[in-house]
Structure formats: structure tokens, C-alpha cells
């Protein structure tokens, strides 16, 4: 019986060998992709462009919000109540729309600015996915990973990296 137990042991083991030695994995580094595709880079730097145009609209509604404050606090001794209620009313509204101004544009998952990258990224997103899905077809792959991705990859043969080709195929417009 114990031989009967080795013999089939052996079999399993020679199949799954076998069928290991079959299958072909590769990964890529998408952030290594993102860094020098051409495209990509052109696309942050619109993003970022964006990014900096609306935080300098904040920080100047800030500085005019803070020295309405300073007016305020320099003239509230010899204002009538009815112009300090004004005032005061005024420095909330210019606070309000503060608040609504970054909500409206850097909210996280609904802010334009997250919006707008994922309507900038979108077509190179897909061009690198096919771009991946032509490269790992060529080298017979079955798999390919993201190693920087959520799916932690915790070893990897460097042969199979296949990040270069790709970038290449996407430079090369392939």
C-alpha cells in the first residue's frame, strides 16, 4: 500500500513539475511605465499644471479671507453693530466658499481634479493594457503581474520582467 501511496505521489508531483515548467508568468512595473511613457508624462504634467492653477485660486482666496480678518479685527472697535453683523457675515461667506472651492476641486474620488485625471489617464491606460496584452501574446505568457500595484508580488525573477517591452511597444506606437 505504502508503494501503491509513493508511485502516485511521484505521478502527482511529475504532472505538477511538468505542468509548472509549462506555464509562463510575467510582471511589470506599471509605475516604471507611467514614469517614461511619453504620453504619461505629458498627462501629469496637464494634471499637475491643473493641481497648481486651482491651489493658487485657494491661496488667494486665502490671503484676501485673512486680511479681511485683519480689517475687521483693526475696525470692529468703531464699527456700528449693523456693519460689524455685515463684516462678520462677509468673512463666513469668504470661509464658506473656501471650504466649497477645495471640496468642489480636491475632494478625494469626486473632485474635479480627480475627475479630470481619470478622464486624462483613461486613453493611456488603455493603450498601455494593450500594449501589455500584445507583449505577453509574444512571449507566450499567461500571466502577467503588476508588481506595484495592490497585488504584492513577493518575489520575481527579473527574466520575466517584461516592463521595458512594453514601454518600448508603447513608444514605438505598436
Do not use: C, H
Request: charged share 25%.
Amino acid at each position: 500500500m505504502k508503494k501503491y501511496l509513493l508511485i502516485i505521489s511521484l505521478i502527482l508531483f511529475s504532472i505538477s513539475a511538468f505542468a509548472q515548467s509549462a506555464l509562463k508568468i510575467g510582471y511589470v512595473d506599471s509605475e516604471t511605465i507611467l514614469t517614461q511613457f511619453p504620453e504619461s508624462i505629458k498627462a501629469q504634467g496637464d494634471l499637475d499644471a491643473l493641481t497648481n492653477k486651482w491651489s493658487a485660486q485657494v491661496d488667494s482666496m486665502t490671503l484676501s479671507y485673512q486680511q479681511a480678518i485683519a480689517d475687521y479685527q483693526k475696525q470692529q472697535v468703531t464699527m456700528p453693530d449693523d456693519k460689524k453683523l455685515e463684516a462678520q457675515q462677509r468673512i463666513v461667506g469668504m470661509e464658506q466658499q473656501i471650504l466649497d472651492f477645495r471640496r468642489q476641486k480636491f475632494q478625494q474620488g469626486t473632485g474635479e481634479i480627480f475627475r479630470e485625471q481619470e478622464r486624462i489617464f483613461a486613453p493611456i491606460k488603455t493603450k498601455i493594457y494593450d500594449a501589455i496584452e500584445k507583449v505577453a501574446k509574444e512571449e507566450n505568457m499567461q500571466f502577467v503581474f503588476d508588481k506595484s500595484g495592490d497585488i504584492l508580488l513577493l518575489y520575481a525573477d527579473a527574466g520575466f520582467d517584461i516592463t521595458f517591452k512594453v514601454l518600448d511597444k508603447l513608444k514605438r506606437g505598436n
